[in-house]
């Protein structure tokens, strides 16, 4: 398997060292917030109790004032549009590397996402979005967390599940699959590596009764998840079905893998940034899909 294809963006929490100090406990409406910050080893998340003076119906003032406690990583401004905030960031956060990034990322979208009207979190630094080893990191919300680290910090195992199509590509099995992943790109991109790459790249996969959905040739040119939509946007050689697929088939088999997330329930498909009507013989198809687990049977381990 390639390197890309082990890795895996996640933020980390560190939930069993905060012990029994719930979110619960905290009344927002009086200005009481969870703070969250890089714990003093380096390795996890620690909070502490922090009190507003700003009136909490004054969105745009409590998140100002709750960014004031991160002046490590130089905030130069934000905004805020319907339930998204958008943070921006000078050209020195680059500078922050590793695991520090990570946490700190986690540290800032945790808290924030505490207040009223605020869903998600997105940064950029200056004008351009977020990228992290090339990949645009995208918007950012409480499930994005997991809920602990694991080792050096940096590598876990997981298992996922993923779809392919059966042999006669008239239907689906599921697929779990163990992988070790790291904190440099976002779950639901390498989901859909994974598929790219197809059931031979999986390590203990029985690929004698699975098949690769997606066209050979096919790029993810980009993915990003807003109010749980996943949004997936394949280059020009995804129209290039196999004869020995059904449409519907390549379609639910990325829709049911990354409605697997738990913030993602529909997927929403552009081919080179533009929505097609029809994909081959699949009406409809730019319109958001949802889950469809009626195609699917049996299922196979790695």
């Given at each position: ?35 969250y ?22 969105t ?14 130089d ?8 339930r ?13 590397g ?36 090339g ?87 980009s ?80």
């Amino acid at each position: 398997m390639g390197k890309r294809c082990i890795l895996l963006f996640v933020f980390l929490l560190a939930g069993c060292v905060l012990g029994g100090c719930g979110k619960d406990s905290y009344d927002h409406k009086k200005g009481e917030f969870r703070l969250y910050r890089i714990a003093d080893d380096g390795m996890g998340l620690k909070s502490t109790k922090y009190q507003t003076m700003v009136d909490s119906d004054d969105t745009v003032g409590v998140v100002s004032d709750l960014l004031t406690n991160y002046d490590t990583v130089d905030v130069r401004e934000f905004e805020i549009k319907e339930r998204q905030l958008f943070v921006y960031f000078s050209s020195a956060y680059y500078s922050i590397g590793g695991i520090d990034e990570v946490l700190w990322r986690a540290a800032i979208v945790k808290t924030l996402c505490q207040v009223d009207g605020i869903e998600y979190v997105e940064f950029f630094v200056e004008q351009d979005s977020l990228e992290i080893d090339g990949e645009p990191v995208g918007a950012m919300s409480e499930l994005s967390f997991l809920d602990s680290i694991g080792g050096d910090g940096y590598t876990q195992d997981k298992y996922v599940t993923l779809f392919f199509a059966d042999l006669s590509g008239t239907g689906m099995k599921e697929v779990t699959a163990r992988l070790t992943y790291d904190m440099t790109v976002p779950l639901a991109t390498l989901l859909i590596e994974q598929l790219l790459a197809g059931p031979e790249k999986i390590e203990g996969v029985n690929t004698s009764d699975v098949r690769k959905t997606i066209p050979d040739g096919t790029v993810l040119n980009s993915l990003s998840i807003r109010d749980n939509i996943c949004y997936v946007d394949f280059s020009k050689e995804f129209l290039n079905v196999q004869a020995q697929v059904k449409s519907e088939i390549v379609i639910y088999s990325i829709v049911n893998t990354l409605c697997e997330l738990p913030d993602v329930n529909r997927v929403q498909f552009t081919i080179d940034g533009e929505q097609k009507q029809d994909y081959s013989d699949t009406k409809n198809f730019d319109a958001p899909f949802e889950r469809n687990l009626d195609l699917v049977s049996g299922g196979s381990k790695g």
